[in-house]
C-alpha cells in the first residue's frame, strides 16, 4: 500500500511568515493528490486537488505544487485565520489515504 | 447550497454494529460526478477513509476495514448509510460523510463535508 508522509508533525510560524508543508508518497502517485485544512472540531476544507489546482474561494495565497512523490503546500503569507491542521490526501486505483497531518500553531 | 447531516447513535456496545446515515440537502445524490464517501477521525488523531460509494450503488472500502464495512445508497430519500460491524474502542471517532469528485472513475477528493458525529464505543 503507498504510505503518505508528512513532514514538519508540527510547525510554528508567525503571521506574515511564509510557510511550506511537505508530503511524501512511497510510490509515484502522479498528481493526484489534495490538501485540507482542519480546525478543531470542524470538518476538513478542501484548499488543493490535483496537486496544485485551487479550490473556489480558497485564498490565493495557498497553492500546492509537486508530482509522483514529493509535494508541498505553501502559504504565501500567513493570517491568523491559517493556524490549523493541515491533511495530505492521494487518490488513486480506488484507494484513498491521508498524511498524519501537521499542525500549524503560532511561534 | 449542498448540505450534508450525519446521523446516528452517539453510543453503540462493544462487539455490535455501528449504523450512521448521511441525508444530502440542496442537490442529488444521484448526480453522475459525484461519489459519497465516509471518513472518520479518532480523538486526538488524523483522518481515516472508511468507503465511497455511488449513486448506482458501486462501492469501494479501505482494505483495513473492508470485512467489517458496508455501505449503501437510498437514492428515494437523498441519503448514504454506514454499517461498521463488530465495533470494539478502537472505533471511537468523529465520523464525517462527505461528496466526492468522480475524475477518472472513482472518488478522488471530498468537496463537501458533514459536520462530524461523534461514535463511543462502550464496553
Known amino acids: 500500500d503507498i504510505q503518505m508522509t508528512q513532514s514538519p508533525s508540527t510547525l510554528s510560524a508567525s503571521v506574515g511568515d511564509r510557510v511550506t508543508i511537505t508530503c511524501r508518497a512511497s510510490?509515484?502517485?502522479?498528481?493526484?493528490l489534495a490538501w485540507y485544512q482542519q480546525k478543531p472540531g470542524k470538518a476538513p476544507k478542501l484548499l488543493i486537488y490535483k496537486a496544485s489546482s485551487l479550490e473556489s474561494g480558497v485564498p490565493s495565497r495557498f497553492s500546492g505544487s509537486g508530482s509522483g512523490t514529493e509535494f508541498t503546500l505553501t502559504i504565501s503569507s500567513l493570517q491568523p485565520d491559517d493556524f490549523a491542521t493541515y491533511y495530505c490526501?492521494?487518490?488513486?486505483?480506488?484507494?484513498?489515504?491521508f498524511g498524519q497531518g501537521t499542525r500549524l500553531e503560532i511561534k | 447550497q449542498l448540505q450534508l447531516q450525519e446521523s446516528g447513535p452517539g453510543l453503540v456496545k462493544s462487539s455490535e454494529t455501528l449504523s450512521l446515515t448521511c441525508t444530502v440537502s440542496g442537490g442529488s445524490i444521484s448526480s453522475s460526478n459525484y461519489y459519497w464517501g465516509w471518513i472518520r477521525q479518532p480523538p486526538g488523531k488524523g483522518l481515516e477513509w472508511i468507503g465511497s460509494?455511488?449513486?448506482?450503488?458501486?462501492?469501494y472500502y479501505n482494505p483495513s476495514l473492508k470485512s467489517r464495512v458496508t455501505i449503501s445508497v437510498d437514492t428515494s430519500k437523498n441519503q448514504f448509510s454506514l454499517k461498521l460491524s463488530s465495533v470494539t474502542a478502537a472505533d471511537t471517532a468523529l465520523y464525517f460523510c462527505?461528496?466526492?469528485?468522480?475524475?477518472?472513475?472513482?472518488?478522488?477528493?471530498?468537496?463537501?463535508w458533514g459536520q462530524g458525529t461523534l461514535v463511543t464505543v462502550s464496553s
Open positions: 510510490q509515484s502517485i502522479s498528481s493526484w
Open positions: 490526501q492521494r487518490y488513486n486505483n480506488y484507494l484513498i489515504t
Open positions: 462527505a461528496r466526492c469528485w468522480q475524475g477518472g472513475g472513482d472518488c478522488d477528493y471530498f468537496d463537501y
Open positions: 460509494i455511488y449513486y448506482s450503488g458501486s462501492t
